[in-house]
């Protein structure tokens, strides 16, 4: 079946690519528009292409990034569509997390240094993906996540906020707490678990990528599931990531 999410894009069918870009006092993720057409090459699934030998970790599932490693929790980073997990290390360190933090890079090569988790297509009425898809992105995340020390924490921001969210309800055993940073999406089919990870969403009211009328269903549909998460909006804040989020967050964390 295929979902809608709502994004801002030219009358023309463009690439819009979530990076995380850092100033003095602020971590922004902005959503680039690039004057570039997308093509059946930039969003290859990963049943139709081989991972190359240098993006394989020793699982041969995703190319892992460790940023920092101490004892405690494990946070997980999951990057943007048409980023890279690089582009959640800046995220990582600005974050000031404890315990081990590392970055998963997304399977699907859109273009040298940019990845997806999940094709997305554009058009005026915004942007279009397969529930399927997203399915087998999550499997994916969840093959690497089986080898690391979990429960874990899952970060993501944009889409890979909503993929997230997405393992976090569908993996409950892997991951104690979830982070979605200006992402909403699809989620898992509702199952007879009593058990749920923690979650805390952030999202800008301003947001044109990913309008916050969406975070505001994910969150009432998470209310209707039994989980209540902590969620906070900054008004006037587009699609990013700013200092007020990261102590919000900061909180959180202590709890």
């Known amino acids: 079946m295929i979902k809608y999410l709502a994004i801002l894009v030219p009358a023309c069918l463009l ?45 041969n599932v995703l190319l892992r990034s460790v940023f920092q490693e101490d004892k405690g929790l494990t946070t997980v980073f999951l990057h943007g569509y048409g980023s890279n997990e690089e582009d959640m290390g800046g995220l990582a360190r600005r974050a000031a997390l404890k315990g081990t933090l590392v970055g998963y890079r997304a399977p699907i090569v859109m273009t040298t240094g ?95 990528v990913i309008l916050v009328d969406r975070a505001h269903a994910v969150r009432d549909e998470l209310i209707q599931r039994g989980i209540t998460p902590t969620y906070v909006e900054i008004e006037g804040l587009p699609h990013a990531v700013d200092d007020e989020i990261l102590e919000r967050l900061r909180e959180w964390e202590q709890n």
């Open 15 to 59: 690439l819009a690519c979530d990076v995380v870009s850092l100033s003095s006092s602020a971590v922004v993720p902005q959503t680039q528009i690039h004057d570039r057409k997308t093509s059946p090459e930039d969003t290859k699934s990963p049943e139709d292409t081989k991972l190359p030998e240098d993006r394989k970790t020793s699982k």
């Open 114 to 208: 940019r990845y997806a988790w999940f094709p997305v297509s554009f058009s005026n009425e915004g942007s279009k993906y397969d529930d399927k898809k997203v399915a087998l992105a999550a499997e994916q995340v969840i093959k690497e996540l089986e080898h690391e020390n979990t429960p874990v924490q899952l970060m993501g921001f944009s889409q890979g906020g909503m993929l997230s969210l997405y393992i976090g309800l569908l993996r409950p055993d892997l991951v104690s707490r979830v982070v979605v940073l200006s992402g909403a999406g699809p989620l898992p089919p509702k199952t007879d678990s009593k058990s749920f990870p923690k979650v805390f969403m952030a999202h800008g009211s301003a947001d044109q």
